[in-house]
T-cell receptor, first 117, second 114 residues
């Protein structure tokens, strides 16, 4: 399978604990995105990387959230001191952007469900 | 700020019907528009990408159109099947960020009854 993969698919954690999600993008893709989705809503942008550089962060990404993409390959999203309001599905996506293109298809993974109890 | 609206929020149809899902956006300066499908509890599957210079794209029983000037896109599904039941989302990238972050609508939940 050469799609976007995310791990773990489900995570239940106690309030105050730290959690980390991993995303492996499609191998040749240079852009990687993180989104968050709650029930009945469309996904909301959190952050994106071009290769290893984090180029944009949403205001939704509080200082308890940190994302990395070392060496421009896989990415991790860590949430520290989780709160019940963090319960959501965290979606990773990737795309290939090159000069002269008007934007290519963005491919999403299956998501990582977080439940904070 | 780009806002994306999808109408209707939910739709239930009998198998075999042709149907249209609507998406509107407030800022017409877009690179492209993408339609996705999402099954319950799953990630998003890309269906069609329409570049800003195009007026429509087709894939099998799906046809998506784009009218930038009026800020509208439609997704036409021909001869609907129960397997088409899912939530359909449209999304546009932000122009000022070189087409990176997507703004999504809230989706249309489609149920096709056998």
């Amino acid at each position: 399978d050469t799609g976007v993969s995310q791990d773990p698919r489900h995570k239940i954690t106690k309030r105050g604990q730290n959690v980390t999600f991993r995303c492996d993008p499609i191998s040749e893709h240079n852009r990687l995105y993180w989104y968050r989705q709650t029930l009945g809503q469309g996904p909301e942008f959190l952050t994106y990387f071009q290769n290893e550089a984090q180029l944009e962060k949403s205001r939704l990404l509080s200082d308890r959230f940190s994302a990395e993409r070392p060496k421009g390959s896989f990415s991790t999203l860590e949430i520290q001191r989780t709160e019940q309001g963090d319960s959501a599905m965290y979606l990773c996506a990737s795309s290939l952007i090159s000069w002269g293109t008007a934007g290519n298809t963005i491919y999403f993974g299956e998501g990582s469900w977080l439940t904070v109890v | 700020k780009q806002e994306v609206t999808q109408i209707p929020a939910a739709l239930s149809v009998p198998e075999g019907e042709n149907l249209v899902l609507n998406c509107s956006f407030t800022d017409s300066a877009i690179y492209n528009l993408q339609w996705f499908r999402q099954d319950p509890g799953k990630g998003l599957t890309s269906l069609l990408l329409i570049q800003s210079s195009q007026r429509e794209q087709t894939s099998g029983r799906l046809n998506a159109s784009l009218d930038k000037s009026s800020g509208r896109s439609t997704l036409y599904i021909a001869a609907s099947q129960p397997g088409d039941s899912a939530t359909y989302l449209c999304a546009v990238p932000r122009w000022e960020t070189s087409g990176s972050r997507l703004t999504f609508g809230e989706g249309t939940q489609l149920t096709v009854n056998p």
